[in-house]
Nanobody, 121 residues
């Protein structure tokens, strides 16, 4: 019933910007940390950015100063604002959320379907 729906991926030129969104839908009682991971061909999945319910953020070293992770708590939506994109940012980007389902008493983890970001001339 609960799912994360991602959107906003696409093709962009080096130096350009792109904004991804991830909305949690379904019956949810409590939202916890949300974040973004990415995986390029032949590489391990890596943390891009995360944000806690209190607003604390964490960024991977390769994106610090270029990406931000704003959120809209009322809409249960997290965004990834990507600026000054580089070819090395090309990857499939996955949304992550930790949450408590309606009527539940434990934390569950959910992943989005992934969205392709390609940075190329």
């Amino acid at each position: 019933q609960v799912q994360l729906v991602e959107s906003g991926g696409g093709l962009v030129q080096p130096g350009g910007s792109l904004r991804l969104s991830c909305a949690a839908s379904g019956s949810i009682d409590v939202m916890g940390t949300m974040g973004w991971y990415r995986q390029a061909p032949g590489k391990q999945r890596e943390l891009v950015a995360s944000i806690t319910p209190s607003g604390s953020t964490n960024y991977g070293d390769s994106v610090k100063g270029r990406f931000t992770i704003p959120r809209d708590a009322a809409k249960k939506t997290v965004y990834l604002q990507m600026n000054n994109l580089r070819p090395e940012d090309t990857a499939v980007y996955f949304c992550y959320a930790r949450l408590v389902k309606a009527g539940g008493s434990r934390w569950d983890e959910y992943w989005g379907q992934g969205t392709q970001v390609t940075v190329s001339s």
